[in-house]
C-alpha cells in the first residue's frame, strides 16, 4: 500500500489538470448510509425510492418526499465532512485538484471548503416552487420542513428542492464531460461506477484513471492506471502526509 500511495502522490503533483469524481462511499464514514445499502434509509424507514422520487407521483402527493426530506434534516443535523472531503478540499487550495464532480446529494463537498464543485444529482441548497417558480435556499428548506413538515409555498404550491428526480436529466453533465475531457488525471473516490451517466466520465477521458474505492468497482482494470482498495478516510489521510498536506 505504501508504494500505491506513493505512486498517487506522484501522479498529483506531476499532472497538469485533475479532476475527482466521488460517490456515496466518501460520506458513508461520516455517517451516512448509502441510501440503497442495508441499513440505508431507504430500507430502514421502508421509503420506496421509486415513488419518493419520481417526479409524477412527487406532483400528485409530496408527502412522501416530504417524510424523507425531514428524516434526512435529522440524520444530517450533526453532519461533518470526512478527512476525505477535506483532502479535496485542501487540494483545490493547494493547486493540485481542478473539479469535483459528485454523485451525492449531502453538500459535504461545500461544507468542507471546496469551490469547484458540480452536483450530478442536485442537493438541497436550492429549490423552487413548482407553482410560482419562487427560489428557495438551504435555509428556507430546512426552516420549513422542521416547522412545518412540507416544503409548502405560501402561494399553495409546492416546492422542489433541486434534487435529480427519476427520469430527470442529471446536473451539469455537460461541463463535467468538458472537465473529463480537459483531465489528464482522473481520480475516482467512493463509487463503485454503476449508476449511469456518472459511470460514464472516466471512460472518456484521456487521463490516467485512479481509483480508491473500498471494493472493486465497474470499471475496466485494463484502463485503470492505479486502484487503490481500502478504507478511503486512511488512504486520503497518508496521500496528504506524503503530500505534506495538512488535513
Ligand atoms: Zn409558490
Not at 49 to 56: G, L
Not at 59 to 78: E, G, I, L, V
Not at 143 to 154: A, H, W
Request: charged share 20%.
Amino acid at each position: 500500500m505504501d508504494e500505491h500511495i506513493k505512486t498517487l502522490a506522484d501522479l498529483m503533483t506531476t499532472s497538469r489538470y485533475t479532476v475527482a469524481l466521488t460517490g456515496a462511499g466518501i460520506s458513508t464514514s461520516a455517517g451516512i448510509p448509502d441510501f440503497r445499502g442495508e441499513r440505508g434509509i431507504y430500507i430502514t424507514r421502508q421509503y420506496d425510492p421509486e415513488k419518493t422520487f419520481d417526479i409524477t407521483s412527487f406532483q400528485r402527493d409530496p408527502s412522501s418526499f416530504y417524510a424523507f426530506t425531514r428524516d434526512f434534516f435529522n440524520q444530517f443535523k450533526t453532519l461533518q465532512p470526512t478527512p476525505a472531503h477535506r483532502f479535496l478540499a485542501r487540494l483545490e487550495e493547494a493547486g493540485l485538484l481542478h473539479f469535483i464532480m459528485t454523485q451525492n446529494i449531502d453538500g459535504l463537498h461545500h461544507a468542507a471548503g471546496s469551490k469547484q464543485v458540480i452536483e450530478l444529482h442536485g442537493s438541497y441548497r436550492t429549490g423552487r416552487c413548482l407553482s410560482c417558480g419562487a427560489e428557495r435556499d438551504l435555509a428556507w428548506i430546512k426552516e420549513r420542513i422542521s416547522s412545518t413538515g412540507s416544503l409548502e409555498c405560501p402561494c399553495g404550491g409546492i416546492t422542489k428542492p433541486d434534487i435529480v428526480f427519476f427520469g430527470e436529466p442529471v446536473h451539469g453533465m455537460e461541463a463535467s464531460y468538458r472537465e473529463a475531457l480537459k483531465a489528464d488525471l482522473f481520480l475516482v473516490l467512493g463509487s463503485s461506477l454503476t449508476v449511469t451517466p456518472a459511470a460514464l466520465l472516466p471512460e472518456v477521458s484521456r487521463g490516467k484513471v485512479v481509483i480508491v474505492n473500498k471494493g472493486l468497482t465497474a470499471f475496466p482494470s485494463s484502463k485503470t492506471t492505479l486502484f487503490l482498495d481500502g478504507d478511503l478516510d486512511e488512504i486520503c489521510r497518508r496521500t496528504a502526509r506524503a503530500l505534506s498536506i495538512p488535513l
